[in-house]
């Protein structure tokens, strides 16, 4: 799996989008950006994923630049619920039969202020 | 569905102290894993199952023992408990191929004294 960089903290008013952004500057062709978050003492919970194409559902976006190498995930109107550590983690998807682990990092802290 | 669900939500061993964590998942998810979070820390992968009667070590395996006998539940064993394995357990299970979205249960919260 590539190695993925993000900043330790952020800070986003609420009511305004949050950008949180990743850096995987070793990520192969076929290696996917996925993210996930975790809310103070729960389980992590997946948000969304993508390939080169920007994808958007109900709870974000990811905006995957040109080259691969960096990603921001957006989270379009911040509430205090969104506050948690946002993990993004690049890796192939699974072959069929076998599932292939998910290497959580450190993260970024995002805290939401009202 | 109920999803992933742990038991117990807290629990307090001495040390040299036997138990068992438990995790049950109704998704019918082949694949299913433990993993452990320690204060300020990522997950780190305990054991991992891809099926009933088939399961394997992760990063941090020492310590403890798993078992699969149905698709349903993946226990976690603690055979002598330490106050290094003082930590949040984790249980996931996900469908297996693709992109698979692993979902995690609430936790357990585990002190060894």
């Known amino acids: 799996d590539a190695k993925t960089t993000q900043p330790t903290s952020m800070d986003c008013a609420e009511g305004r989008a949050a950008n949180l952004p990743c850096n995987h500057s070793t990520i192969s062709g076929n290696e996917y950006v996925y993210w996930y978050r975790q809310i103070h003492s729960q389980g992590p919970q997946y948000i969304i994923h993508?390939?080169?194409n920007n994808e958007t559902n109900e709870m974000a976006s990811l905006i995957i630049t040109e080259d691969r190498k960096s990603s921001t995930l957006i989270l379009p109107h911040a509430t205090l619920r969104d506050t948690a550590v946002y993990y993004c983690?690049?890796?192939?998807?699974?072959?069929?039969?076998?599932?292939?682990?998910?290497?959580f990092g450190s993260g970024t802290q995002l805290t939401v202020l009202p | 569905n109920a999803g992933v669900t742990q038991t117990p939500k807290f629990q307090v061993l001495k040390t040299g102290q036997s138990m068992t964590l438990q995790c049950a998942q109704d998704m019918n998810h082949e694949y299913m894993s433990w993993y452990r979070q320690d204060p300020g820390m990522g997950l780190r992968l305990i054991h991992y199952?891809?099926?009933?009667?088939?399961?394997d070590q992760g990063e941090v395996p020492n310590g403890y023992n798993v078992s699969r006998s149905t698709t349903e539940d993946f226990p976690l064993r603690l055979l002598s408990a330490a106050p290094s394995q003082t930590s949040v357990y984790f249980c996931?299970?996900?469908?297996?191929?693709?992109?698979?979205?692993?979902?995690f249960g609430p936790g357990t919260r585990l002190t060894v004294l």
């Open positions: 199952s891809v099926g009933a009667g088939i399961t």
């Open positions: 983690i690049v890796r192939l998807p699974s072959p069929s039969g076998s599932a292939r682990q998910l290497t």
């Open positions: 993508g390939l080169k």
């Open positions: 996931a299970s996900t469908k297996t191929g693709g992109h698979n979205e692993q979902f």
